[in-house]
């Protein structure tokens, strides 16, 4: 299932299991996970692309890892809320994932989570060797970590 509702990802979800963002760059994939509660996101590694098949092998290894239940795509809207292309091949790469994996997929809007990330690095004082080692997996953390916000907050109001 892909969805771009948020209520329809939550409901889909399995307890207990925890979930994966991801930051889809056109040479890297961060990759972040949280907890089983969904409550912290933990930047975990950045996947250097080659080809779509060894890609997904590698995610569908740390999904069976860290028995993920659900996806989670940073879409690259563009600055005045409009898809582009990017958003384009983020939507290609989660049908595609579709096929080979049955959990549940959602988008969340990842304008300025490098920023972010970028600014909470440099605050840690990271060398800029280090930064462009860790940015874009820290940045899928950023991404997850404003899912996982919203998810607590729909659980509030039910």
């Not at 250097?48 to 239940?69: H, M």
Request: aromatic share 6%; charged share 25%.
């Amino acid at each position: 299932m892909i969805t771009d509702d948020t209520v329809a990802f939550l409901a889909g979800l399995p307890p207990m299991q925890a979930l994966m963002g991801l930051d889809l760059g056109d040479k890297t994939i961060g990759v972040a996970v949280s907890d089983t509660f969904w409550s912290v996101a933990t930047p975990l590694e950045t996947v250097r692309r080659k080809k779509f098949g060894v890609d997904a092998a590698r995610l569908q290894t740390l999904i069976a890892e860290r028995n993920v239940g659900g996806l989670v795509l940073g879409l690259p809207r563009n600055m005045d809320g409009t898809e582009g292309p990017r958003c384009q091949s983020t939507r290609a790469f989660a049908r595609n994932f579709e096929r080979l994996w049955d959990g549940p997929i959602t988008f969340w809007d990842e304008r300025l989570s490098t920023v972010a990330a970028e600014k909470a690095l440099l605050e840690a004082d990271t060398t800029r060797k280090r930064r462009a080692e860790v940015i874009d997996h820290v940045a899928a953390g950023y991404i997850l970590q404003g899912l996982l916000d919203r998810l607590a907050a729909i659980k509030r109001q039910a």
